[in-house]
């Protein structure tokens, strides 16, 4: 059922918190992954099991599959509602597998031809650090884990790190071999963000040094016109449901990208990533 509908939603079980659903993790998918070459910050609540991104709650946090601007990244998701908000909040869901159908073909097989491209920068100013990201503050170790993941990297003036990876924007998923739509150009562009924050660092930093943008795979800028039609085939793939106490959120996540919803009132999910792929 997951492989066929993305996502499933266990509701009405008593679960016994965080232990609890680690131990459901475990039992479904082994052990869970450590949350490595972060993008966003989390908080970790025990073990592998973290909050999830900790950004305001006035901000939308735009549909993506996880880690698919890495190597290799988890093939399941698992969320636990520990506290509903009071208003909207919800993990809204969009399948991958009808977004690549939606997209204009000419622009599918340019970035099947071109790929695509993250480029990040870690200055200290903004956003999570170098030093979160990969875990360490050792420049060798970091040089090291990206000549082994496909990242080139070039520190910069006053410590600051800049890192690129190019990627491909169309995979097939191991269960089924269905093409999805599977990657962080949309997510990480700079158009993605809302009108203030996007404003707000374009007058902070060039375009070459903002904390993440994309681009195609050689280089070349995504045209806003080709943005604006990712982001509206995202919408219109998108499905939610309001989180209930205990329920739990199974992904499968080369199939379904998740999002945030706005809120209101406290908010409590927990994740937990399982199943590396490639293994």
Same mark, same amino acid.
């Given at each position: 059922?997951?492989?066929?509908?993305?996502? /499933?939603?266990?509701?009405?079980?008593? /679960?016994?918190?965080?232990?609890?659903?680690?131990?459901?993790?475990?039992?479904?998918?082994?052990?869970?992954?450590?949350?490595?070459?972060?993008?966003?910050?989390?908080?970790?609540?025990?073990?592998?099991?973290?909050?999830?991104?900790?950004?305001?709650?006035?901000?939308? /946090?735009?549909?993506?599959?996880?880690?698919?601007?890495? #190597?290799?990244?988890?093939?399941?998701?698992?969320?636990? &509602?520990? #506290?509903?908000?009071?208003?909207?909040?919800?993990?809204?869901?969009?399948? /991958?597998?009808?977004?690549?159908?939606?997209?204009?073909?000419?622009?599918?097989?340019?970035?099947?031809?071109?790929?695509?491209?993250?480029?990040?920068?870690?200055?200290?100013?903004?956003?999570?650090?170098?030093?979160?990201?990969?875990?360490?503050?050792?420049r060798a170790a970091v040089e090291r884990y990206c000549a082994d993941h496909g990242i080139s990297c070039e520190w910069r003036p006053g410590g600051s790190l800049r890192t690129r990876a190019v990627r491909d924007a169309i995979h097939r998923h191991p269960v089924t071999g269905?093409?999805?739509?599977?990657?962080?150009?949309?997510?990480?562009?700079?158009?993605?963000?809302?009108?203030?924050?996007?404003?707000?660092?374009?007058?902070?930093?060039?375009?070459?040094?903002?904390?993440?943008?994309?681009?195609?795979?050689?280089?070349?800028?995504?045209?806003?016109?080709?943005?604006?039609?990712?982001?509206? &085939?995202?919408?219109?793939?998108?499905?939610?449901?309001?989180?209930?106490?205990?329920?739990?959120?199974?992904?499968?996540?080369?199939?379904?990208?998740?999002?945030?919803?706005?809120?209101?009132?406290?908010?409590?999910?927990?994740?937990?990533?399982?199943?590396?792929?490639?293994?």
């Amino acid at each position: 059922a997951l492989v066929q509908h993305g996502a /499933i939603l266990l509701r009405g079980f008593d /679960i016994g918190g965080v232990d609890g659903f680690d131990a459901v993790v475990r039992s479904l998918s082994g052990a869970p992954l450590e949350y490595t070459e972060r993008s966003s910050p989390r908080s970790t609540i025990k073990g592998q099991v973290y909050t999830s991104t900790d950004y305001p709650p006035s901000e939308e /946090i735009f549909l993506h599959n996880e880690n698919s601007y890495q #190597q290799a990244w988890p093939l399941k998701l698992y969320f636990h &509602c520990l #506290q509903p908000p009071a208003t909207q909040g919800a993990t809204p869901l969009a399948d /991958i597998r009808q977004v690549l159908r939606m997209i204009d073909p000419a622009v599918v097989e340019e970035f099947r031809a071109r790929k695509w491209m993250v480029v990040r920068n870690f200055n200290g100013m903004f956003g999570v650090s170098w030093q979160q990201v990969f875990g360490t503050d050792d420049r060798a170790a970091v040089e090291r884990y990206c000549a082994d993941h496909g990242i080139s990297c070039e520190w910069r003036p006053g410590g600051s790190l800049r890192t690129r990876a190019v990627r491909d924007a169309i995979h097939r998923h191991p269960v089924t071999g269905t093409e999805v739509w599977f990657n962080h150009a949309t997510f990480f562009h700079v158009s993605t963000l809302t009108p203030e924050v996007r404003d707000g660092l374009l007058d902070l930093f060039d375009p070459q040094d903002l904390p993440s943008n994309t681009y195609f795979g050689d280089g070349g800028e995504i045209p806003a016109d080709v943005m604006d039609h990712l982001r509206a &085939c995202y919408r219109a793939a998108w499905v939610r449901f309001d989180w209930q106490f205990d329920d739990v959120l199974v992904v499968d996540n080369m199939t379904a990208a998740h999002a945030r919803e706005p809120y209101t009132g406290a908010r409590t999910i927990a994740v937990a990533m399982a199943e590396p792929y490639p293994a």
